[in-house]
């Protein structure tokens, strides 16, 4: 049990499609954080809450619109996606303001877009 | 801007074997260093860290210690075992007050141990 916890483990959605992923984290951390994992490439930040504010958009594409509703979930919407966007989606957490710590990994989203 | 580079794999060895896995890094100021480590199917799991130049961080018999002077965080371990089977990844984290961790990830290292 690692303390966050993503749902669901594995999706399959086409291109037309809208979903969401959904983060729980137990830690009591205020900062969360998406990651994408494709094969082949390092773990690539995509979306950095704070406080339940985004602090960070590292230049990911529109069709992906993270939510954070509080401190303890984080979404991934997700629409009119395109197949290089297959991936393992990892969401993490963080104490906030402490930034030489660690982050706690869930353990992923397997995204499939047919 | 921070970045880490870490030895290509995969990398296969025998029970029992010796491991190093390299890890350099640049980054501005003095960051965290750790090593992850993901089993198939699973997310990543924190397996070592260090916070300052000299620390050795150890866990699982993995060790690594923080050198400033290279830049490096090799990770090490005496004696492999088949269950330490995974990808392993070296990654630091700058220092940022307000908004919590980010870490830059090395690309990843595949291990696997033979019986």
């Known amino acids: 049990e690692t303390g966050v916890t993503q749902t669901p483990r594995h999706l399959v959605m086409g291109m037309t499609n809208k979903k969401s992923l959904k983060c729980e984290q137990h830690?009591?951390?205020?900062?969360m954080y998406w990651y994408k994992q494709s094969a082949k490439k390092p773990l690539e930040l995509m979306f950095v809450?704070?406080?339940?504010?985004?602090?960070e958009n590292n230049s990911v594409p529109s069709r992906f619109s993270p939510e954070c509703p509080n401190s303890s979930h984080l979404f991934l919407h997700l629409h009119t996606l395109q197949p290089e966007d297959s991936a393992l989606y990892l969401c993490a957490s963080s104490p906030q303001g402490t930034g030489n710590t660690e982050a706690f990994f869930g353990q992923g989203t397997r995204l499939t877009v047919v | 801007g921070n970045s880490v580079t870490q030895m290509e794999g995969p990398v296969t060895l025998s029970e029992e074997a010796f491991l190093t896995i390299n890890c350099t890094y640049t980054a501005t100021g003095y960051p965290s260093l750790f090593w992850y480590v993901q089993y198939p199917g699973e997310g990543l799991q924190l397996l070592l860290k260090a916070t300052k130049a000299d620390d050795k961080g150890s866990n699982k018999g993995f060790e690594a210690t923080y050198r400033k002077e290279t830049t490096s965080f090799h990770l090490e371990k005496g004696s492999v075992q088949v269950s330490d089977s995974a990808v392993y990844f070296c990654a630091l984290s700058g220092l940022r007050e307000t908004s919590g961790s980010r870490l830059t990830f090395g690309e990843g290292t595949q291990l696997t141990v033979n019986p």
């Open positions: 809450y704070s406080l339940e504010e985004r602090v």
């Open positions: 830690l009591g951390h205020n900062a």
